[in-house]
């Protein structure tokens, strides 16, 4: 494999211990264990100018055909704003941004809860 080799997917998601069981196992029924590019970093879309930059560089260095970003609820970064509104209108505007990097790709934005992964 090269470094221009192509993946599946991009995932990006929060660093938080408490979600990451429930992501890996999404990705894993979803058969990307392994052949996905990863973004972990503290409230996912919230950081826009970091998370964007990230995913930049996966999608010019390995294509992904599809990305999904995991929000999920009480969030520390999201501090007291944790509102299904505003986690959905970060996700927004970084599926905006990455649909304007590779047009035709393929975004799902997911919120992970305690009892179980929604669509947001
Ligand atoms: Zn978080």
Redesign the pocket.
Known sequence: MSVKDKTKALAIH???FRFQKQIEKDLEKRGLLGQFDRIAW???SRDFENVSKASELSIKLHNPVFAIIYE?ED????REDNSPKTHRKNAQRLKTFLEGIKPGVKITTLMVTFEGIKKL
Not at 75 to 78: D, L, N, S
């Open positions: 929060c660093i938080d503290p409230g996912a999920h969030c520390g970064a999201y």
